[in-house]
């Protein structure tokens, strides 16, 4: 099964009107080298896109911190998303 | 601004257990919970053992939506190509009370959380808290957005990330090495066909725990449990090793391999996917546990890194919910002396350290550092594999004697500095 199918079979309250993950572009691109975001990721939501800059597709995060956790350079700014928001497990 | 006298901030087993003891006691207590409902943001593999909590919280759990009794165990090793699985069945698993039942965590929180209301516990859940709110260089409460919510203390048991612990300065950023990934899909299947499968009676559990080629060297394995109407199979892998495997492979990728292993292939044919999960674990073991307590302020269950990999268990639930109840019986205390700082909440550490849970997380405290080794998951299933296949295998070849061939292997593979050393090093656990 790909990504796309199995966050498809999870329930998401969408915030449309703000990320909960923010990414310092600057330090991404002036210290990192390795990108452990690109593949730490179990919904598999990081991607460089065609500037070279980092994107992470918070609408599918399953709020598990392990982007959090793995980025050695303070790049993330990181929070729950706002009550009422997310990924709501049914069976957990 | 409002004022209570208890605030806990998550509705998962740690906070829930804290409230149903504060509330008991005729304490006013409000659990604040960021998700929809308590059990909407939170993920376990799905085995409770129930001994470790039952005299802290007698009765509760005799009437609690449990999936299965579990009655059956195994283990299996892999190697790219072949597995051994060890099972152990016994009738002792039969008792009753069990010794462990599995859980799906959005059912269990939820029923927990009713348990605490109907003592007097006030449940909030859509309500995230962004930081705690300090006085006179002590925590005083909780804010979220603007609003400010006052508290004799303030229980943090919002889980393994804990912000609030940090926020309040209890702990340093979390340490990849002390942290692991799980995910988890629920696979479907009919009520008979689980209990065929794996051979039980209605209501009767199963558990599976692998290890091996699955994670690739990376320290950690794979599980299953059974509950009523599905199976829960996941993994869980260190997050330091993630991040540094060469070549790098998506812990999603990764699930996917496991999942079209044989062994586990014919477990879930037929069944239907119907949800993906992912949640941190707390890895650590003792020397990553924060500070406990603070002036106004108590850390409980994940939060406090309370969670222990024993290597086949995963034992984090029990640890939450013993957690809570103590943390909620130091506030007790300290409610009596009306004194609420750090000297005389304090006495929630003395409570953990004499708890059963302390010692099991002190007796397995070198786990993390033993388990990091990656021969236990590459090199060993291998030896045992290669063993077994020679001594199952009927070639055209006449075969040796069980004898000869156990002690060859050992004398080829197993007479080695590194495994001696190993070896050496298993004595701590
Ligand atoms: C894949 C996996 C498998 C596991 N398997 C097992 C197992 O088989 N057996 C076992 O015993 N343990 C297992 N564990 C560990 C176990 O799940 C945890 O140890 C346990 O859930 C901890 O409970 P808790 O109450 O401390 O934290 P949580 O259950 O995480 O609860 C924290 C709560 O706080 C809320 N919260 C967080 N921040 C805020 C905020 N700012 N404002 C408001 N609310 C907030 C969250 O929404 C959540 O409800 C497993 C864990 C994982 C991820
Ligand atoms: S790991 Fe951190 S610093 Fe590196 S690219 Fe990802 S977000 Fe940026
Ligand atoms: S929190 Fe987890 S799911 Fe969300 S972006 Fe980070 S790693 Fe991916």
Redesign the interface.
């Known amino acids: 099964m790909n990504i796309e199918a199995k966050l498809g079979l999870d329930v998401f309250q969408i915030d449309s009107e703000q990320s909960h993950i923010l990414i310092d572009q600057e330090v991404c691109q002036s210290r990192c080298t390795i990108r452990y975001c690109l593949h730490v990721c179990p919904a598999d939501l990081y991607d460089l896109n065609e500037n070279g800059e980092m994107t992470v597709d918070y609408e599918g995060c399953l709020e598990c911190g392990t982007c959090y956790v793995a980025c050695r350079e303070d790049a993330l700014e990181w929070h729950y998303p706002r009550a009422g928001y997310g990924v709501q497990y049914r069976f957990g | 601004m409002d004022k209570v006298e208890v605030v806990i901030v998550g509705a998962g087993l740690a906070g829930l257990s804290a409230a149903y003891v504060l509330a008991d006691a005729g304490v006013e207590v409000l659990v604040v919970e ?3 409902f308590p ?6 593999g799905g085995r409770l053992y129930l001994e470790p909590v039952r005299a802290y919280l007698p009765g509760l759990f005799d009437e609690a939506p449990f999936e299965r009794q579990v009655v059956k165990e195994r283990l299996t090793m892999l190697t790219s190509e072949s597995s051994v699985t060890v099972e152990l069945a016994s009738d002792r698993f039969r008792s009753s009370p069990a010794n462990s039942v599995t859980v ?4 269990f ?1 939820q029923w927990l959380a009713e348990k605490a209301s109907e003592k007097g516990a006030f449940i909030i859940p ?3 808290v962004d930081d705690v709110w300090m006085e006179e260089g002590r925590v005083a409460g909780i804010r979220s957005n603007e609003d400010i919510l006052q508290a004799d203390v303030v229980i943090a048991a919002d889980g ?2 804990s ?1 609030i612990a940090e926020k309040a300065g209890m702990r340093e950023c ?3 090495r002390n ?1 692991a ?3 988890k ?2 696979i479907e299947l009919p009520e008979k066909r689980i209990q065929d499968l794996f051979g039980l009676k209605a209501g009767e559990g199963a558990t599976q725990l692998f290890f091996g080629s699955i994670t690739e060297g990376m320290m950690g394995g794979g599980f299953l449990y059974t509950n009523q109407t ?1 199976l829960s199979l996941g993994m869980v892998i260190s ?1 330091h090793d ?2 540094q ?1 060469h070549p ?5 990728d990764l ?2 391999l496991f999942k079209k292993r044989p062994e586990i292939e014919v477990l879930i044919s037929g069944g239907h ?8 674990v707390p890895e650590g073991g003792l020397k990553s546990i924060p500070r406990l307590y603070a002036g106004g302020l108590l850390v409980a269950g994940d939060a406090a890194g309370l969670c222990l990999n024993q290597g086949i268990t995963l034992r984090g639930m029990d640890m939450a919910i013993v957690s809570g109840v103590l943390a909620g019986r130091a506030v007790l205390d300290a409610r009596q002396k009306k004194d609420y700082t750090a000297e005389s909440l304090g006495i929630y550490e003395k409570y953990l350290k004499g708890s059963s849970i302390y010692q099991d997380l002190s007796t397995f405290q070198h786990m993390p550092e033993i388990l990091s080794n990656p021969r236990l998951f590459e090199k060993y299933p291998e030896v045992a594999s290669e063993l077994l296949l020679e001594i199952f295998r009927v070639d055209a070849q006449p075969k040796q004697k069980i004898s000869r061939t156990v002690l060859r292997t050992i004398s080829r593979e197993l007479l080695k500095v590194d495994v001696l050393r190993d070896l050496w090093h298993m004595r701590k656990i």
């Open positions: 960021r998700g929809d059990g909407s943001k939170n993920v376990s799906l965590r959005a059912r929180d859509g309500y995230k393994v990330l912000f979390h340490q990849p942290v990934l799980g995910v899909e629920i599905s997050i993630l991040m495997k790098t492979i998506s812990p999603h699930f996917e996917s119907v949800e993906y999960s992912a949640h941190d």
